[in-house]
C-alpha cells in the first residue's frame, strides 16, 4: 500500500490511522489535508470529519520493495529444500503405510474367523408381572360430570355464593341504591332511556329500554363487553356494603334473551354435527355467561357433552361426542 485516505474527528487521529495502515513513521510519509472537521451548530448540526490523504516517500517504497524481493527469494531458496526433504519422507512414510496396512488386513481376517465361529448366547427377556385389571368407569357417569363441572366452572365466585336463601324486593335499600346507581351512569352517558326493573329472590334484573339503536349500540358494546362491564360495576357498588351477596343481572332492550335463544340453536347445530361427524366441535370465544349457556343447554344431551378450553379472553366451549 502506497497511500492511504482516512476519515476522522480531527486531523491529527486522522494521521495516526494512516501510520498504522502504512506501518510507517511520520519522517517516512508525506500529509496532505483535503478536508479540514467541522464542528457544526451546538456540536450537533453540520457536524464534518477531517479527511486526510497521507503517502509514503519514494525512498521508502523503493527500500521497502527491495526488502519484498529478498524475502521473496529466500522464502524459494528455502522451499526448495523443505520439498525435497517431504519428498524423500514421503515415500519412507508410504512403505511404512503399505506394511501396516497389510498386517492390519490379515489380523482384521482372523477377527472376522473368530466372531463367525463363536457367536454369543443371547440372554432370555425377563417375563414381566402382571398387572391387575382395574375395572372400568362408567363412561356415561363421567361424560356427565365432566359436564356438570364445565357448568360450574363459569360462574364466577360472586354467583356461587349469591345461591342462597337470600331474597330482595322493590322497596329493599340495596334494590333502590342499585337502581338509582345505574340510572345516574347511563345519564352521565349522555343516553336518554327507561329502566325496567324486577326481582327474583336474590336476583335484580334491570332492562334498559333505549329508542335510539345508536344508543342500544353503545350500551351492548360488541358482542356484549360494555353491557358485561356495566352490570359488573353495578354489581361491585350494589354490595360494597352489603353482608350477602345480591346478583344484578343488566339487559338491554332484551339483548340477552335474544342471545340466548340464539346461542342455543347455534349449540343445537353444533352437537348434531359432533354426533354426525365424530369430531370435535370449537366454538368461538365466549364470555362466561354465554359459554354457560351453552353448557347448561346440552347438560342432558345424551350424545354430547361439552368443556371449556383455553384462558380468557379467548377461552372457548369444545363440544365432543360421547
Request: aromatic fraction near 4%.
Amino acid at each position: 500500500m502506497r497511500s492511504t485516505v482516512v476519515s476522522a474527528k480531527t486531523v491529527e487521529e486522522c494521521v495516526n490511522k494512516a501510520l498504522d495502515k502504512l506501518q510507517a513513521n511520520r519522517n517516512e510519509v508525506n500529509i496532505e489535508v483535503i478536508n479540514e472537521a467541522k464542528q457544526g451548530f451546538l456540536g450537533l448540526f453540520g457536524a464534518k470529519d477531517a479527511v486526510v490523504r497521507v503517502s509514503l516517500k519514494d525512498d521508502v517504497k523503493e527500500k521497502g520493495t527491495d526488502d519484498f524481493v529478498k524475502n521473496i527469494l529466500n522464502s524459494d531458496s528455502d522451499s526448495v529444500e523443505t520439498e525435497k526433504k517431504e519428498d524423500t519422507k514421503v515415500i519412507k512414510d508410504k512403505k511404512i503405510v503399505e506394511e501396516v496396512e497389510e498386517t492390519k488386513s490379515t489380523e482384521d481376517d482372523k477377527e472376522e474367523i473368530v466372531e463367525k465361529s463363536v457367536k454369543p448366547e443371547k440372554p432370555a427377556k425377563p417375563v414381566e408381572p402382571t398387572k391387575p385389571v382395574e375395572p372400568a368407569k362408567p363412561v356415561e357417569a363421567e361424560e356427565a360430570k365432566e359436564t356438570e363441572e364445565a357448568v360450574k366452572s363459569e360462574e364466577t365466585e360472586e354467583e356461587q355464593e349469591a345461591e342462597s336463601d337470600v331474597t330482595i324486593d322493590r322497596n329493599d335499600e340495596l334494590f333502590i341504591t342499585s337502581k338509582n346507581f345505574l340510572k345516574q351512569m347511563i345519564e352521565d352517558m349522555g343516553i336518554d332511556c327507561d329502566i325496567e326493573s324486577r326481582t327474583e329472590g336474590n336476583m335484580i334484573k334491570f332492562n334498559i329500554m333505549c329508542s335510539e339503536e345508536s344508543d342500544i349500540g353503545i350500551i351492548i358494546g360488541k358482542r356484549g363487553e360494555t353491557l358485561d362491564s356495566l352490570q359488573y360495576i353495578v354489581n361491585l357498588v350494589t354490595n360494597r356494603n352489603s353482608d350477602t351477596y345480591i346478583r344484578v343481572i343488566l339487559d338491554c332492550n332484551q339483548y340477552r334473551s335474544k342471545r340466548e335463544r340464539s346461542l342455543q340453536k347455534l349449540a343445537r347445530r353444533l352437537a348434531d354435527k359432533a354426533i354426525q361427524t365424530g369430531r370435535d366441535i370449537k366454538l368461538e370465544p365466549m364470555n362466561p355467561y354465554e359459554r354457560r349457556i351453552i353448557h347448561t343447554y346440552l347438560q342432558n344431551d345424551e350424545k354430547v357433552n361439552t368443556f371449556s378450553q383455553g384462558n380468557e379472553p379467548n377461552r372457548r366451549v369444545i363440544i365432543k361426542r360421547k
